[in-house]
């Protein structure tokens, strides 16, 4: 198989320190922490209830949006106003709080506001502690920014700041949208998902040969209640800027083209790459990295493409890598590796060289019309153009 849309390139060095990790542990590993005593009672924040069948009513009538998954509550927390504040002998504060949503499947945040100050932390875990996202730290972003984090599983989740004495008042942390997890993504972000039975984990077999490719690939957190997929591009300079590429309609309303207002959107997306169960069966990923924010550079409805430029670039140490591309027009093969319904990473091949063809059909030109020989493709895939 000549592997014309997906050769490998190495990666060169970069320090950024911008990523996120998400663990999966054992609740041993929370409870060990020092600060688990401290954060273990904090106050909780219950949100309203959501009505689940008028949400599923929505998604049926939108034919062409990007996958939801979630529901935004908006919200007015922050370090002021909620949390239960502790402090360790050493004089360090803690801020903790407890955010229940009943009945989500995961939950995630929309900082509207965010500012760690230099030497404390911020950590997410989920009530089964079984999943730790952080540290946050002032590594990751300078001046106040809006991010949103990664899914946690679960219906409650706990927040854990941890600030040095010497800056005790310095950060800001402002919650304005708690996202209620209404749909399944996977088994309670714990391992395979709900995409259909036909699909193949990336390391199965038919993988083995793309396992560099699938380290470009990631699952993209749209406007913090939808999901898409993307890979990042290497560019013709070969410098490595984090370009990233995704599908048209993730960011557009459906009237094809991109307002102001959409473009911000795009520019809050974030972005977990390394999403895979670690075996060809469907089984429990240990972890994943996560990055926030992007710069938009371009996009086409006809073709269906947006590209965008992360805001940071992944280091060597990340495993993260960057795809090449070509303008060859006469692919013999195709593959696409992609997180169908939001799961964990995917794989599809077809042996055959695909068809220049119209969008939905047999004939004309302007894109590849690919039949599976092994995978499928469902939504939050990219619909590949030919150039």
């Known amino acids: 198989m000549k592997k014309i849309l997906l050769p490998f390139l190495i990666i060169c060095t970069f320090e950024s320190y911008s990523q996120v990790i ?50 935004g509550i908006k919200t007015d927390i922050d370090l002021d106003n909620s949390g239960t504040c502790s402090y360790l002998p050493n004089g360090d504060k803690i801020w903790s709080l407890k955010i229940s949503s009943p009945g989500a499947y995961s939950i995630n945040l929309r900082f509207d506001m965010f500012y760690i100050t230099d030497g404390a932390e911020l950590y997410i875990y989920n009530k089964d502690k079984t999943m730790i996202q952080g540290p946050y730290t002032s590594d ?60 193949i984990n990336i390391n199965c077999p038919e993988g083995d040969d793309w396992q560099d490719q699938s380290d470009a690939v ?8 939808f999901h898409c997929s993307g890979s990042l591009l290497n560019n013709s300079c070969q410098n490595y800027t984090p370009y990233f590429l995704s599908a048209f309609h993730c960011a557009d309303d459906g009237d094809g083209s991109l307002s102001s207002g959409e473009i911000d959107d795009v520019e809050d997306w974030v972005f977990r790459f390394q999403f895979k169960s670690p075996t060809c069966s469907n089984s429990t990923p240990s972890g994943w990295i996560t990055y926030n924010k992007c710069t938009y550079r371009a996009g086409y409805d006809p073709s269906d493409f947006i590209l965008v430029e992360l805001d940071n670039t992944p280091t060597q140490s990340t495993g993260i ?63 590949f153009s030919a150039i």
């Open 321 to 383: 890598k960057n795809l090449g591309w070509s303008r060859y027009t006469n692919p013999d093969s195709a593959v696409c590796i992609h997180h169908p319904l939001g799961d964990v990473m995917k794989i599809s091949y077809d042996s055959d060289a695909p068809t220049n063809t119209n969008y939905i059909s047999s004939t004309g030109s302007g894109h590849w019309r690919v039949v599976w020989d092994g995978g499928t493709t469902e939504g939050g895939f990219i619909r």
């Open 218 to 225: 990631a699952v993209v957190i749209v406007d913090d209640e």
């Open 140 to 199: 990751l972003y300078s001046g106040i920014q809006s991010i949103g984090s990664d899914l946690m599983a679960g219906d409650e989740i706990i927040l854990e700041y941890i600030e040095p004495s010497s800056a005790e008042g310095k950060s800001i942390l402002h919650i304005s949208k708690v996202v209620h997890g209404y749909k399944k993504l996977t088994k309670s972000l714990l391992g395979y998902g709900e995409s259909g039975w036909c699909n």
């Open 22 to 71: 998400t663990k999966v542990v054992k609740p041993t590993e929370i409870e060990s922490r020092t600060t688990f005593s401290y954060s273990s009672k904090a106050t909780r924040i219950t949100m309203p209830p959501v009505d689940l069948v008028k949400l599923l009513e929505e998604d049926i009538d939108c034919k062409d949006c990007p996958l939801r998954f979630g529901y």
